[in-house]
């Protein structure tokens, strides 16, 4: 009989040996998760909004007074993102997703972070601080016309089918 050592390794190969349960010693199994409260979750947002608010993007702008023209950096609002607040918080919108389905925990900070940027969004196209076009079409936001009936209803489609090889029509 083979010696094994307290690790569950062989001493001779180094490799462990069959029927080893060394892994069950862990205190864990896989690796910790990144938020592990609902708050911790909640507290890195806000940073990420934080920070959104204090790194603004900045527009060159050439302003001239009493003749003299300068290039003048001017604040402009950053649009807040899911991507980017992912990106701040150190996990991916894929992840993101999955806890809004699978994480009962955090649904009301996922909820409050989705309505704060979807409102941030919202207001500052609505003040012209950021794209209305742009915004409106990132929050799903659509003017629906109907160009082509002038809100009339169109009269069905005659489909005509033809057999393949009936060449007399064309």
């Not at 180094?14 to 029927?19: A, D, K, L, S």
């Not at 809004?100 to 409102?119: C, G, H, L, M």
């Not at 409106?136 to 489609?157: I, S, V």
């Not at 089918?161 to 007399?168: G, Q, T, Y």
Request: aromatic share 10%.
């Amino acid at each position: 009989m083979t010696n094994t050592l307290p690790t569950g390794r062989d001493p001779q190969t180094g490799q462990f040996t069959t029927g080893n349960r060394f892994w069950e010693a862990r205190s864990s199994h896989g690796r910790n998760p990144k938020f592990e409260t609902a708050e911790m979750l909640e507290d890195a947002i806000r940073q990420y909004f934080e920070w959104n608010e204090s790194n603004p993007l900045y527009e060159a702008k050439l302003v001239s007074f009493q003749g003299v023209s300068t290039v003048e950096a001017i604040p402009k609002l950053r649009a807040m993102t899911i991507a980017g607040m992912c990106m701040f918080i150190g996990i991916s919108p894929v992840t993101w997703f999955e806890w809004k389905q699978s994480r009962p925990d955090f649904s009301n900070v996922i909820t409050w972070a989705e309505e704060t940027i979807y409102r941030q969004k919202f207001e500052g196209a609505s003040a012209d601080l950021l794209n209305p076009n742009i915004i409106a079409r990132d929050l799903g936001l659509a003017d629906k016309k109907d160009h082509t009936t002038n809100g009339k209803d169109m009269p069905p489609q005659q489909i005509i089918l033809r057999a393949a090889d009936d060449d007399s029509n064309g």
